[in-house]
Antibody, heavy 117, light 107 residues
Framework: QVQLVESGGGVVQPGRSLRLSCAAS????????MHWVRQAPGKGLEWVAV????????NYADSVKGRFVISRDNSKNMVYLQVNSLKEDDSAVYYC??????????WGQGTPVTVSS | DIQMTQSPSSLSASVGDRVTITCRAS??????LNWYHQTPGKAPKLLIY???RLQSGVPSRFSGSGSGTEFTLTISSLQPEDFATYYC?????????FGQGTKLEIK
């Protein structure tokens, strides 16, 4: 069955960086667009970024553009989110999601990121 | 960016009740509208995609309708596991925006 497992979150100081990883299994990763969605504590869902199935195209929310980079390695069944110049507002659970039929059909369990001095 | 506005923000209901949640888009999005629900500490789960299509495995008590800028999610007969937060989301164009959520609580 489809599985998405995120890792790489943690507690980090403002201005620092992290690389979040998403291990995909149970499907052919190269056939799907993949997204990251985040949720700040007690808040709603915020779309963060998307990578096209072939890694040729990316798009970002304005709130992270220029600081975050989404990437993928289809040969390793992995999707990544490099999060740089972190701010306290970036504190959230980060979910990896698979797109299908223009929707987010499958979600990982999320990896928490806390930005605090 | 397309703004998605849900109403109500919270709702109290009883098991067996019929409930409806509304989602409005700030511009037309055809039927590129999805619904999710989320329980505390868990990832969201897709319920309805393309405004009215039921995701595989989702009970038929859930239904969606609408097109353009106005959409609804209806739960025909609430079950205990339905008490959760519901989000709409547009996939017409990036950034793919979500509504602020509707918290459905037990009366």
């Amino acid at each position: 069955q489809v599985q998405l497992v995120e890792s790489g979150g943690g507690v980090v100081q403002p201005g620092r960086s992290l690389r979040l990883s998403c291990a995909a299994s149970g499907f052919t990763l190269r056939s799907y667009e993949m997204h990251w969605v985040r949720q700040a504590p007690g808040k709603g869902l915020e779309w963060v970024a998307v990578t096209s199935h072939d890694a040729r195209n990316e798009n970002y929310a304005d709130s992270v553009k220029g600081r975050f980079v989404i990437s993928r390695d289809n040969s390793k069944n992995m999707v990544y989110l490099q999060v740089n110049s972190l701010k306290e507002d970036d504190s959230a659970v980060y979910y990896c999601t698979r797109e299908g039929d223009w929707s987010f059909t499958h979600w990982g369990q999320g990896t928490p990121v806390t930005v605090s001095s | 960016d397309i703004q998605m506005t849900q109403s109500p923000s919270s709702l109290s209901a009883s098991v067996g009740d019929r409930v409806t949640i509304t989602c409005r888009a700030s511009q037309t999005i055809s039927t590129y509208l999805n619904w999710y629900h989320q329980t505390p500490g868990k990832a969201p789960k897709l319920l309805i995609y393309d405004a009215s299509r039921l995701q595989s495995g989702v009970p038929s008590r859930f239904s969606g309708s609408g097109s353009g800028t106005e959409f609804t999610l209806t739960i025909s007969s609430l079950q205990p596991e339905d008490f959760a937060t519901y989000y709409c989301q547009q996939s017409f164009t990036t950034p793919y925006t979500f509504g602020q959520g509707t918290k459905l609580e037990i009366k």
